[in-house]
């Protein structure tokens, strides 16, 4: 079966950097896109990064733009998130996605928080 597993968060002080990690397993990981979403306390889960199946193209949320940077090895079946630049309001948990409709997959998330 499908399964996601995130790891790499952690304390990090504003200004700081993180990399999430997301080891994917069940599927043909090289021939689909991957996304992150986040979510923060009291809040509804958000889009923040996605990456094309050969990583050749990828999108990214406004909030996240020029700070966060998401890749893949697909020999490693993993997908990234390189966090610079990080801002307190980038706390939340992190989650990896995998959408095959119309079932749509989730890891058991990542907490970052970003405090002095």
């Known amino acids: 079966q499908v399964q996601l597993v995130e790891s790499g968060g952690g304390l990090v002080p504003p200004g700081g950097s993180l990399r999430l990690s997301c080891a994917a397993s069940g ?12 979510q923060a306390p009291g809040k509804e889960r958000e889009f923040v990064a996605a990456i094309t199946s050969t990583g050749g193209f990828t999108n990214y949320a406004d909030s996240v733009k020029g700070r966060f940077t998401i890749s893949r090895d697909n020999a490693k079946y993993t ?3 390189q966090m610079n630049s990080l801002k307190p309001e980038d706390t939340a948990v992190y989650y990896c996605n995998y959408n095959m409709y119309p079932s749509n997959y989730w890891g058991q998330g990542t907490q970052v928080t970003v405090s002095s």
Do not use: D, G, K
């Open 27 to 38: 599927f043909t990981f090289s021939s689909n896109a991957m996304n992150w979403y986040r």
């Open 79 to 81: 997908v990234y998130l």
